[in-house]
């Protein structure tokens, strides 16, 4: 069984977590289950570790996370294949993201000494500057579609900037980050500044985001529980940056190539089993092309290779629980209920494993739960359109604006539509959302704050302002 991580002691926690392997729907890991305690502990263990953490040189703390990224790559193919098995997602998939947390720590390696204050001129003479300096402790809770890569957008920038952090992976996906919290030790983060408490949300994430010796709540997951953080978090006026629900848009208009398009279309939404918040579940496509890029999207979701995660072969896995599989199901139905066309898929793959055909709706339409809802699982709605401004309405018809892509080779009205959408994260001609580089967020009930690029520094610092009189 693995256990808790904090400090260097590694509690047994109140329970136990059966971790569930998606593709074959048996227990393949035992893993302790965190309680009060637990959380108590890990938050002091975190508090103790401060402040020598935080007095080490910005270039100091570099040189750790940069042996913590050579660690990560080193075991870059453990790391995939647990998640795969953990998470049901294809082992290249999860072989970019283990390299992808390893490039993420190694960027925020670097940028721990690039993230500074400034010299300001004042009426008063003087000089006044201000200092970028760490928040404290902070809780960070990560979901389980992308657990290792979202726990390390997180993990990266705030031990970067000399925060302690108090981390709590998604009970169905605590895997990775337990042994991420092992390599972090081996490299040389002092124990205590990286605490891993798996546990039930419902319990040790709202114990987290009420505790008062918590100074952020850095979140990813859906928009209810979002909602509640801000709740918890506003009784000790904590910082929060919220990541939440996604309904995004793919807009299409008639002068792209159609194939490609279909098939990058397709690809947005079917990847991890369609168990991402980015994922361009709303396919809003120009009229005159509509039947024929209706077809070539059921070709793309009908070839799509759905089988087992550890197959070189494989494009998308099985969702993550039995519950998962039936709340795609529940919105399958409602579909064809409201009724939207179904092209193809939905069904059950037989067998172990919680296994479902990519599903393609068309003729849906605003209005429609399957295309207003996020429904975290591989399902695809066709939305017709006739004019640009109607494109634009519809894409902006949504509580969220996270993400979504603009497929069209005339330059001015892609610049046009997209400063229009309503969406943090947006891509032309591409569905590529994430970009370490860059900063990501969503707009509306999407979440608050910005992570990755140096922009996620901001959201784990504050600023101090000193001035200093020089008259004499």
Not at 95 to 110: I, K
Not at 366 to 373: A, F, K, L, N, S
Not at 455 to 461: E, G, Q
Request: include cysteine; charged fraction near 20%; proline fraction near 6%.
């Amino acid at each position: 069984m693995r256990n808790l991580l904090i400090a260097d002691r590694r509690p047994s926690g109140s329970g136990v977590i059966r971790v569930i392997e998606p593709a074959k729907g048996e227990p393949f890991e035992e893993v302790a289950a965190a309680g009060a305690a637990d959380l108590d502990a890990a938050v002091a263990a975190a508090k103790a570790a401060l402040p020598a953490w935080s007095r080490l040189t910005a270039f100091a703390r570099g040189e750790i996370l940069f042996k913590f990224s050579d660690l990560v790559r080193a075991h870059a193919e453990e790391l995939a294949v647990l998640e795969a098995r953990n998470v049901g997602k294809p082992i290249g998939d999860a072989r970019w993201e283990a390299n992808h947390v390893a490039d993420t720590l190694r960027y925020y390696a670097g940028a721990a000494d690039k993230h500074f204050g400034e010299t300001i001129p004042v009426k008063k003479g003087g000089l006044d500057i201000t200092l970028r300096v760490p928040l404290g402790v902070v809780g960070l809770i990560v979901p389980w579609n992308f657990p290792m890569v979202i726990a390390t957008w997180k993990v990266g920038p705030a031990l970067a900037c000399g925060n302690t952090v108090v981390l709590k992976p998604a009970s169905l996906t605590p895997l990775t980050a337990l042994r991420l919290g092992e390599l972090a030790l081996e490299a040389g983060v002092p124990p205590g500044v990286l605490n891993v408490v798996p546990g039930p949300g419902a319990a040790i994430g709202a114990a987290l985001a009420a505790h008062p010796d918590v100074r952020k709540i850095g979140f990813t997951g859906e928009t209810a529980t979002g909602r509640a953080i801000m709740a918890a978090a506003a009784q000790t006026i904590k910082r929060i940056s919220l990541e939440l629900g996604g309904k995004s848009p793919c807009i299409v208009f008639g002068d792209v190539n159609v194939a490609q398009a279909a098939g990058e279309a397709a690809a947005s939404v079917f990847a991890n089993a369609g168990q991402d918040c980015c994922a361009r579940s709303r396919t809003i496509v120009e009229r005159p092309i509509y039947a024929k890029f209706v077809e070539a999207m059921r070709a793309a979701a009908q070839g799509t290779v759905v089988g087992n995660p550890l197959d070189e072969k494989t494009q998308m896995g099985p969702v993550i629980s039995v519950h998962q599989r039936e709340v795609t199901e529940t919105y399958v139905a409602l579909g064809k209920k409201e009724g939207a066309r179904l092209v193809c898929g939905g069904e059950r793959i037989p067998g172990p494993g919680y296994f479902l055909r990519p599903a393609v709706f068309a003729d849906a339409k605003p209005g429609m739960r399957i295309v207003d809802e996020e429904i975290f699982g591989p399902v695809a709605s066709v939305i017709a359109f006739d004019t640009e401004a109607e494109a634009i309405a519809i894409a902006n018809d949504s509580i969220y604006g996270l993400s979504g892509s603009l497929w069209t080779n005339d330059l001015k009205r892609g610049l046009r539509v997209a400063q229009a959408l309503e969406t943090g994260v947006l891509s032309v001609n591409s569905s590529s959302s994430v970009h370490l580089q860059g900063p990501f967020g969503g707009f509306k009930q999407s979440g608050l704050g910005r992570e990755l690029g140096m922009h996620a520094l901001d959201h784990y610092s504050e600023i101090k302002n000193i001035y200093f009189e020089t008259a004499p």
